[in-house]
């Protein structure tokens, strides 16, 4: 193994010990978070949606397990336990879409155990994660359906989405329902700003476990990035003084 090998695997070793430190600290000392609006109109839709008898849809992307899309494809399945927790007792729960078929399997997978866990595994049906388009464009030619028959009220967007992900927004607009959305893809981000009623930003969209309370690994992550961002900040600056005013003449 090379230097640099070494380097980082003692790096992500410190990464995970004080994770796991900060998710025991989390329990006596709770984190405090800035206010995300987007969050709070999240919550305040959801329970309206359960009011009213209205369905909740979640978008996991069109991206796969594989590389980088993986990340916000596992926020998505964050978000998609805390909802379907919180509509388990509605007459119309969640139902989630995506265009891979091994994320599609984890949403199965995901909102099974969301059911088990509140107490009523009777609610889970294999059809609410669903497969519907194998490439960016056929998923979002297929939304306008599912939004349409399934009666859906809230209309979330959290995963991997290219220039497809503006589209399937107007799509939930169209429908007159409240729309939430966030992904990692920059030039896409900027377009679900215009598009979407409560739009996440940068790493807003990796921070809805924590500001959704699902679990304190969540808030301890939160809490790491802040501290790694610090250090980083801190060896930038020594390493300037450094250069500055200890070089040679």
């Not at 405090?32 to 369905?55: D, H, P, Q």
Request: glycine residues 12%.
């Amino acid at each position: 193994m090379t230097g640099i090998g070494v380097l980082g695997l003692v790096i992500l070793l410190f990464f995970i010990l004080l994770l796991v430190g900060l998710s025991f600290l989390e329990r006596r000392h709770p984190a405090r978070f800035r206010r995300v609006r987007s969050f709070e109109e999240l919550g305040k839709a959801v329970e309206r949606s359960v009011e009213t008898g209205e369905r909740v849809h979640l978008s996991l992307g069109t991206g796969s397990l594989i590389g980088a899309e993986l990340a916000p494809g596992l926020a998505g399945l964050t978000l998609l336990d805390r909802v379907a927790s919180a509509t388990s007792m509605s007459d119309m729960p969640v139902v989630v879409t995506t265009s891979d078929g091994a994320l599609g399997i984890l949403a199965q997978d995901t909102l099974r155990s969301a059911y088990q866990r509140v107490g009523e595994p009777r609610r889970y049906e294999a059809m609410a994660g669903r497969v519907i388009g194998l490439t960016p464009f056929s998923y979002a030619a297929a939304l306008p359906p599912v939004l349409t028959s399934e009666d859906v009220s809230v209309h979330l967007l959290l995963g991997s989405f290219g220039a497809e992900g503006p589209l399937a927004a107007h799509f939930g607009e169209r429908q007159e329902a409240f729309v939430f959305g966030g992904t990692d893809d920059v030039p896409s981000q900027a377009l679900l700003y215009a598009t979407t009623d409560d739009p996440l930003i940068g790493e807003e969209v990796f921070a809805a476990g924590a500001y959704l309370d699902v679990g304190p690994l969540h808030s301890a992550s939160l809490r790491t990035q802040d501290l790694l961002r610090a250090a980083i900040v801190l060896a930038i600056i020594i390493g300037t003084l450094v250069v500055t005013f200890g070089g040679g003449p």
